[in-house]
């Protein structure tokens, strides 16, 4: 522990004590960390009435215009007001020019990894770099999508690539999504409600604009039309206003200027997929979908659903359409495969990963196992097929019971399961009723790949709202930041 | 080229605004006049009312009206009846969410706004303390949303049908307000009544004088062509915005025909000559044509295009409605011929 930080003003940060995990904005001695210096000011200016004064004016723009996401519960869906903290995230220049490299690095070898598979006759598969049956028996590999070809090869044109920092403020990569990463909205429109209720902050910090994503998602979509074409049909598919992120699905869909469409709008005729207007069918050349593989068509995979199109997989056969992001990329999500990506940089790029991962064991590995479940009681262990938190132990949070019954589940199904060195999640101050606390947080960036990549700025903080808690994730109660890439300072 | 299902959303949109402002007018009416009528003549007010707006089979679901308070909540809060305030309020919020994508952001805020306003939502027939404050709230709400369709959003198809949604609504509850009027339960016509529950005493008092007769208030709602709410002004809008809606709709057609035809029957005489003999059952038959006329519209929005056959051959017997996971809560659409009723039997999505 260390002694409190020095306030000058109304005392939200007097109190201040970073918890043992980096703090992004105060070194281990107390001392505000040159990034932060002219934030923290400004946050001593303030009062805990002042503060509560922003959080309010922000809260209403998010209710106003209804940006709100659903937390399910075991009956029925209830619409949450989206919640941002006022204290946001910096990222100095250097630091995320460093960063930007490490995820395009990344989400390249991941590409080419998906390409390899599904149209490559499975080149890494074959030297070994990955095994065979982990792949095959992947909940994410999709065996309908071997031979579908992907203009530039490029499968995963949407990344949302999760990031922490470790104790020593390392960035670590901690899961990646590269089927339908969802949060690119709220970045857009943190920053809206930041840039209204905070103008002032934003006076002395170069920040880097993110208004440009509809443009960069757009001529991304563009760049995958069939044969290249000049002006495609370009559609966001969702599966309608019940699902949680429905309300990013439409702000995609206004921001690039192109069509919100449901499966019912949609038919395919003739291996073509075509909308139904009131003056008839009109052609389709690129889907980006918001809605999973299993759903995406009734013929070919769940016979019950209705939120797809019926024959949009004898289209993408015929290459008359692309579907964004392709089908069949959950296999790299896979938690199981999530250990490998380092050697998939390695073998495709021929350069050492330029963000780690964070230190896993495969359970399928008797050794790794019997280490791992060991001390399972100081690590985290997660199911390969989970996202967004759930089924997720962590150890020193676990009781006996907890430990045991992980331990019996993990060898009975070793390949269900990855387990991991804790990561102590970096904080930054957030608001605590009348102070700034130190909260946990990780960072979601987002890749787009087309015929080029390109790293949007920035990218989704979620905070941990709850004192000492590792969970982000908004369905369980974590919240956000807006997130800032400093531009580099000119003398 | 618009998307059927945005035409749809957009053209019930339409219909819920209007319903919503009428509905919060008439209820207003209601109260005011409730209050120096006693006994029998409060109920048979409250039960014209509803004729009004037919809701009558929405009323059996409910009981017989025995309270001022439970005509209110019915009127207003009551999330179970599709022809109350808060039903259509909760339309026009989720038709424009469906579309949110297309239309003027300050829209959809102005109608999330007014969603979220209302103080009792989620607690039928609850009725909120302030009646007053929250009809004119509802009405002034209406009135914003309608200034951002007129003067903030693109004169596209969009556009188009939420006009002829309206106007299909508007007239229909005019009719349907002169022909529960021709059969009042008290045996009188009341003109003042016909032209307050059309917001058109004043423009009638400018015109006419102020001591209106019942047969010329009649003539007045339904021929007046500066009027906004006369059967004949709503008729050329929704005929204008037929027409705007271009060649390449053929499925249109019918309805851009038939909205010619009634219009021209009020035009020519045809329909007042009628009434003189047998009002209500003229008045009775125009309704019908009104219905058919919105079924029309909505036939003409949603076949699309013999496709259901391509549809059709990818869909195995016996798959249609199974249930699919959590996440697909399939929204009812707008259940088929019954588009065609009067209000609050339309095409209900609640």
């Not at chain 1, 980006?288 to 013929?299: A, E, T």
């Amino acid at each position: 522990m260390v002694d409190p930080v020095p306030g000058t003003g109304s005392g939200l940060l007097d109190r201040y004590r970073p918890v043992g995990a980096f703090d992004e904005a105060f070194d281990a001695d107390g001392s505000v960390r040159p990034t932060y210096s002219r934030i923290v000011e400004r946050f001593r200016e303030l009062d805990a009435g002042e503060i509560r004064r922003l959080e309010k004016l922000v809260a209403d723009e998010f209710r106003r215009q209804g940006i709100t996401f659903t937390v399910y519960s075991e009956e029925e869906g209830t619409e949450r007001i989206w919640p941002m903290d006022l204290f946001p995230r910096l990222i100095a220049a250097a630091e995320w020019d460093e960063l930007a490299r490490g995820l395009s690095q990344r989400v390249a070898a991941m590409n080419s990894f998906l390409a390899d598979l599904y149209t490559g006759g499975g080149q890494a598969i074959a030297d070994g770099v990955v095994p065979r049956w982990l792949v095959v028996s992947s909940g994410g590999f999709e065996r309908n999508a071997v031979g579908v070809r992907v203009p530039h090869s490029a499968h995963c044109n949407i990344a949302g690539i999760d990031v922490v920092r470790d104790a020593g403020g390392r960035y670590r990569v901690l899961e990646d999504n590269l089927r339908n990463p969802s949060g690119i909205s709220y970045v857009i429109e943190n920053r809206a409600a930041m840039a209204k209720a905070c103008s002032w902050l934003f006076y002395d910090h170069p920040v880097q604009p993110t208004e440009q994503y509809g443009q960069m998602l757009r001529s991304t979509l563009e760049s995958m039309a069939p044969g290249g074409e000049g002006d495609p049909h370009i559609v966001v598919l969702t599966p309608g206003i019940f699902n949680s992120a429905y309300f990013e699905h439409a702000f995609l869909a206004r921001s690039m200027g192109v069509e919100l469409v449901e499966g019912r709008d949609l038919v395919v005729d003739g291996h073509s997929v075509y909308t139904r207007t009131i003056e008839g069918l009109v052609k389709v050349d690129v889907i980006y979908r918001r809605i999973d593989d299993d759903f995406l068509d009734p013929v070919a995979f769940r016979p019950g659903s209705t939120l797809g199109v019926p024959g949009l997989l004898s289209a993408l056969r015929a290459g008359t359409v692309t579907v964004c992001n392709a089908l069949g990329n959950g296999v790299v999500d896979d938690k199981g495969v999530y250990p490998y990506v380092p050697d998939l940089i390695r073998y495709y790029l021929g350069a050492e990963p330029i963000i780690d991962n964070v230190t896993t064991y495969m359970m399928w590995d008797p050794d790794q196992r019997s280490e791992a479940l060991g001390r399972l009681d100081e690590l985290v262990a997660k199911p390969v097929g989970e996202s967004g938190g759930y089924g997720v132990l962590i150890g020193p949070h676990a009781t006996e019971q907890q430990l045991d019954e992980a331990r019996a589940t993990i060898e009975a199904e070793p390949r269900g399961w990855i387990v991991q060195e804790l990561v102590h999640l970096s904080t930054l101050p957030s608001v605590a009723e009348d102070r700034l606390e130190p909260r946990h947080l990780d960072l979601r960036p987002f890749v787009l790949t087309g015929e080029r990549t390109q790293v949007f700025p920035g990218g989704l903080t979620r905070v941990a709202m709850r004192r000492g808690s590792l969970i982000v994730n908004s369905s369980q109660g974590g919240g956000s930041k807006d997130t800032w890439v400093l531009a580099p300072e000119t003398p | 080229m618009i998307l059927a299902r945005h035409a749809e959303a957009l053209l019930w949109t339409g219909r819920y605004l209007e319903r919503a402002e009428t509905t919060s007018r008439c209820l207003n009416y209601a109260a005011n006049s409730i209050t120096h009528l006693r006994g029998d003549e409060a109920r048979a007010e409250g039960e014209l009312m509803v004729r009004t707006l037919g809701l009558q089979e929405e009323l059996e679901a409910v009981g017989p009206l025995e309270s001022q308070p439970q005509l209110v909540a019915f009127l207003l809060s009551d999330t179970d009846n599709p022809g109350s305030v808060v039903s259509a309020v909760i339309a026009v919020r989720e038709n424009l969410r469906s579309v949110r994508d297309r239309i003027p952001i300050e829209l959809w805020e102005e109608a999330n706004g007014l969603y979220l306003r209302f103080p009792f939502l989620g607690h039928a027939n609850a009725p909120p303390g302030g009646l007053h404050e929250v009809l004119l709230m509802v009405r002034r709400a209406c009135l914003a949303v309608s200034g951002i369709l007129n003067e903030g959003m693109r004169r596209d198809e969009g556009h188009a049908f939420v006009v002829v949604g309206r106007m299909l609504e508007r007239s229909i509850f005019t009719v349907g307000l002169l022909e529960a009027s021709h059969s009042d339960a008290r045996g009188v016509m009341d003109a003042t009544r016909m032209l307050r529950l059309t917001s058109s005493l004043q423009a009638y008092h400018r015109q006419h004088g102020n001591a209106p007769d019942p047969d010329g208030v009649v003539r007045y709602l339904l021929h007046a062509p500066d009027l906004p709410r006369s059967v004949l002004s709503c008729l050329s809008r929704a005929g204008e915005g037929l027409t705007g809606l271009g060649a390449n709709a053929p499925a249109l057609d019918r309805a851009r025909r038939k909205a010619a035809l009634l219009r021209a029957r009020l035009e020519l005489g045809e329909v007042e000559e009628a009434m003189a003999s047998a009002p209500v059952a003229t008045l009775q038959d125009f309704s019908v044509q009104l219905a058919g006329l919105a079924g029309d519209v909505h036939a003409g929005i949603v076949p699309p295009l013999a496709m259901a056959t391509v549809q059709a051959q990818y869909v195995r017997p016996g798959q249609a409605g199974e249930p699919g996971h959590a996440g697909e809560r399939a929204r009812p659409g707008p259940g088929g011929s019954s588009a065609a009723g009067g209000p609050g039997h339309a095409g209900e999505r609640a």
